[in-house]
């Protein structure tokens, strides 16, 4: 065996010796598991009366230290006594003294563990920690000699004895199927991951901030539905025992909101879970989360300037500003300032692949200008989407600052609004930021038929509704996927951390 071979073996490890090494680790912590239990710890209390998070038990100790800054340089200031709680995180330090590092859901502080303060049979209970175990310390909250603001022990609890290792400190958790299918692992050792899983929430809030404050009324509708109507999909189906008959999960939340503007309510908007039984690949999800708003008396003019003043919004009050910094080998910097440039659909396509759709107003004539320029053709699809293919392999990738795409040949969306003084195109606009599509808009006709054909979801159905008065909508596809799109935008905890 060559020196390079022998490197090689050493630097890529057998994986029954990893799966051995495991399970002896399980094993060592089983085996302090029932220590702690014969000393007549419970290694799984039912309760911990947690009274400050760290970051609280770190600012406690700061606001003494403003207050008391005339106080005698030899005194040591400590807090009253205090009891906090977290995960394990690392441990240093042997004999008499001990360092843990402590890390709750508001951050990491340092748990300060001495032989002489905890007493022998208290501070013996230290060798049967490990990395990973959630322990509850109480005791004041004092900064050490090195300058760390700690809390000094005097009681520790064992909270939940773990029993399976956390991944390498520094290697971090590297195998991508494990972090999307245990996320929960990526959340304990990733700090970007669960800023991200926390800005999510502040994002769907502020979110919802905005449309009541621009008067929209929210709502709540029906998930299981007798005709999966308002999209090209195809659903999820089920059976209604009770019923018996035959129901679907939603693909949009299109027809029930149209019927409460028709109701009479002007402006009305839901945050729901759409699911659509199709493809899976890294930008579409069986499940994901839209928004979805209509407002009465408004058209696509007005539902661009509030989708661009919502996403503004949003990054304004979520990171401080509407310019996202550039995310090295991800993406460059993104302004989502208002206003986004508006483009022509017709003219955009000519600039970047020479296609005019007005002049090949057919399959067979779009089919062959796709095939001179090298775009895929898919057999047997029709001339609206053939077109959006085009848009989406020529178009999308290039729209990585935020753009609006506006007026849509109608046989893309049939049952939309004409455009005055146009023929044949109707008022539709979908936007992209970071080359995904970020939300979509092609209000119904009211001057059209006042029934909405639902045979493109395949259930052979109609859905009748009275006059609709002229109304905007949209549809933001928000949390659409859960890889593809995060890396796209520098969310991606392995590529960004």
């Known amino acids: 065996m060559t ?24 094993n060592d ?44 340089e030899g005194e040591q200031l400590r807090t009253a006594t205090i009891r906090v709680a977290g995960r394990i995180m690392a441990r240093r330090g042997q004999g008499k003294a001990s360092f843990i590092d402590l890390k709750d859901g508001h951050g990491p502080v340092q748990v300060f563990a001495r032989q002489n ?69 990526d959340l304990i050792t990733n700090e970007r991951a669960m800023k991200n899983a926390l800005l999510r929430s502040n994002v769907v809030r502020v979110m919802r901030d905005f449309m009541h404050g621009r008067g929209f009324i929210e ?36 027809l029930y909101l149209k019927k409460l503007i028709v109701g009479g309510i002007e402006r009305v908007f839901e945050i729901g879970r759409l699911f659509r039984n199709e493809g899976l690949d890294h930008d579409h999800n069986p499940e994901f989360t839209t928004i979805e708003s209509y407002q009465a008396y408004a058209d696509y003019n007005d539902v661009m300037e509030m989708v661009e003043n919502m996403v503004a919004h949003i990054a304004r009050e979520t990171t401080g500003s509407m310019v996202l910094p550039e ?29 005019d759709f007005v002049e ?29 293919k085009v848009i989406s392999s020529e178009i999308e990738p290039n729209l990585i600052q935020p753009h609006f795409l506006v007026d849509y040949p109608v046989e893309m969306s049939p049952l939309a609004k004409r455009k005055p003084g146009t023929d044949g195109i109707v008022e539709r606009f979908e936007a992209f930021v970071v080359g995904s599509e970020l939300a979509t808009h092609s209000p119904s006709s009211t001057t059209r038929s006042t029934s909405v054909n639902a045979s ?35 969310w991606d905890s392995a590529s960004t951390a």
């Open 219 to 254: 709502v709540e509708t029906p998930i299981l539905v007798p005709v999966a109507a308002g999209a090209q999909a195809t659903p999820f189906k089920t059976h209604h025992n009770q019923l018996d008959r035959d129901l679907y999960l939603r693909i949009a939340t299109e």
């Open 3 to 26: 020196p390079e071979d022998q490197r090689d073996q050493h630097e890529q490890p057998n994986q029954p010796d990893q799966q051995i090494g495991e399970q002896k680790l399980i």
């Open 456 to 490: 493109n979801n395949r259930s052979g159905c109609e859905t009748s509704l009275v006059t609709l008065r002229p109304t905007g909508w949209t549809r933001i596809f928000w949390w659409r996927s859960n890889t593809e799109c995060h890396r796209r935008a520098g």
């Open 327 to 355: 995310v090295e080998g991800v993406r460059p910097e993104i302004d989502l300032t208002p206003p986004w440039p508006r483009l022509d659909l017709r003219t955009e396509i000519k600039e970047r692949t020479g296609i």
């Open 360 to 388: 090949t107003p057919d399959v067979e004539s779009l089919s062959q200008a796709m095939r001179e320029r090298g775009i895929h053709v898919e057999e047997g699809s029709v001339w609206g989407r053939l077109l959006d």
């Open 117 to 185: 303060t905890m007493g022998d049979d208290a501070y013996a209970i230290i060798d049967l920690l490990d990395i990973g175990d959630i322990i509850g310390v109480e005791g004041p909250v004092i900064r050490t000699r090195r300058g760390e603001i700690s809390v000094e022990a005097t009681e520790i609890t064992v909270l939940t004895k773990s029993m399976r290792p956390l991944p390498d400190k520094w290697g971090g958790l590297q195998d991508q199927e494990v972090r999307f299918r245990q996320r929960y692992l």
């Open 29 to 72: 912590r089983l085996a302090k598991t029932a220590q702690l239990r014969s000393r007549g710890i419970d290694p799984y209390p039912p309760r911990f009366d947690r009274t400050h998070t760290t970051a609280e038990a770190v600012k406690l100790f700061e606001d003494l230290e403003g207050a008391s800054s005339a106080r005698d």
